[in-house]
């Protein structure tokens, strides 16, 4: 193969490994190279894999973080917010929280439409979506009450293991009695298409260990599939119009029938304008020659926006979570997981209470009323929630007391309505992204919001109003939507869901940059196929929706090429 593949795949997150091994794992069998910036992540340490560290891999493992900022946020009293991404074979599945989330069947629809395509509607989308997962949804004893996802509507033998979690902490089966004796809607399995209600969550994970896009694509690979970590790519090869290869570190690597970017959606839309490809006048200020004036590059940034708050407990901590701040302990724990994959670093940080609803003061304001009529008839739908929200006992973060016990709870914002942008700092590709996903400035998502944290405080039977809580550690009082809003601007920032920056559109839509084949108006054999092209970001968490842009690139290059057959590679 030498410098010369037939595709080149950049990035390794859930959108290319997906798409690089199904590609040459056609029977045509086509040479392909999968190039990364980030590591091999050979490291065997247990705790970079530890799903029970979800919310601190990203701030304890900086190598396998981009680092990226947000500019000063307006509307978030001028913070600069962090804008983490995964970065080595994986991509951001290194780093993520391992919330694994199923949009609404709605959404998948309201993108097929958008687009004119089906092959992006719900029926299709959960066809590849049970093709890719392994879902381990055997529920059996208390948990099986509040969590029972049915079997037709989950794959069982793909890649990707999917944990339903079989031991929770036993506070949280309260928080769960509490919630549906005050008569809350449960919902059995949040990932069935229809979320609303509350429930259980699954996660991107199994027998406590977090499952990434490495771990499920890269570990056998094909020889036709050549995997090269720390080769960041500086530029695409354009010879007129028509990408020929790329550059790493000034070696060219040829690619005789296309390259596909998959690099996310801060650093897609990065290397597209490094290579002449985006707005001319933001193209011009860096000296880069113009390619391809096309405006959409690096627009449309949307991301969903969140606030966490957290209160101490009068409880005693479960014992389990001894393993947090007992050395002995933790080696114990530590040991189990490798043993049986059992344990309390397979149980902390399981139960999480998730809840996407629907918040009806927010669909009669008149932010709602001003949206155009066809974002007002999706909201509308029945599956499709305002916010979600979430419950979750916490482990002592640095400097707060170990022998305590938290209550953590969260709200996210869905069907975000604020658009920002990604431009280039400079024409060196060293340089980070300027990346201003403008959070909370559309008057709809400041009022969905705060109406979204009232709805959630006042869940019936929620725990933080139970007789436990001892005291908000930064919870405002809710007293008052001005309160709400200010405890929002200090408070609020974003999920790191970035997307649509290069997004997917009909040929009418003057902002679209990709169609539904992935391929790049104006240059041949280019397309892209990350998370940069939703036309909008779809209500949930984003891993498994990106999983499915890879998937679904994949099958339709497969029957582009006819690499269904051995003869034609
Ligand atoms: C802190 C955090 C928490 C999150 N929590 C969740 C969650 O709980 N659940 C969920 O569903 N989603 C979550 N997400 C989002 C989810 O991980 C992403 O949406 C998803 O990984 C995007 O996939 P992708 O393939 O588009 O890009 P990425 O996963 O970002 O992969 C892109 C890859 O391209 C590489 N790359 C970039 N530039 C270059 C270059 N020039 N040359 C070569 N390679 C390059 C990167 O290093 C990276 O490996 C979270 C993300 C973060 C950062």
Known sequence: M??????????????????????????????????????????????????SNRMTTASTKPDLNWGYKTVPQSHLANRVIDYSRGKGLGGSTLINFGFWTVPPSADYDRWAKVVGDDAFSWKQMQQRLRKLERYHSKVEGPVERYCYPSPQDHGSDGELDVEVPKVIEPEVLSFFAEIEKAGSPINRDLNSGDPIGIGLMVSSSHRGLRTTAQAAFLEHTPSNLVVRADSAVDRIVLQDKTAVGVEVDGKIFRASKEVILCAGALDTPKLLMLSGIGDKDELKKHDIPVVQDLPGVGQNLQDHTWVPWAYQRKAPPSQSYDAWHNDEAAAAARRQIEEDGTGPFAVNGQGYVLGFLKDETTLKSDEFKALPAAVQRHLEEPTVPTFETAFALMSPMPGMDPTKSYLMTAVLLQNNQSVGSVRLASSNAKDAPICDPALLSHPFDRTCFINAVKAAVSIPGNPTLSDDIDFPLNAPSFASDEEIWSFLQQNAGATWHMSCTVKMGQEDDESACVDTHFRLRG???????????????????????????????????????????????
């Open 523 to 569: 240059i041949e054999n280019l397309r892209v196929a990350d998370m940069s092209v939703t036309p909008f970001l779809p209500g949930a968490h984003p891993t498994l929706t990106a999983y499915l842009i890879g998937e679904t690139a994949a099958e339709k290059m497969i029957a582009e090429y006819g690499l269904n057959t051995q003869s034609k590679a």
């Open 2 to 51: 030498g410098d010369s593949f037939d595709f080149i795949i950049v990035g390794a997150g859930p959108a290319g490994t997906v798409l690089a091994t199904r590609l040459a794992k056609s029977p045509a069998a086509p040479s392909v190279l999968l190039l990364e910036a980030g590591g091999a992540n050979n490291d065997p340490s247990l705790d970079q894999r530890l799903i």
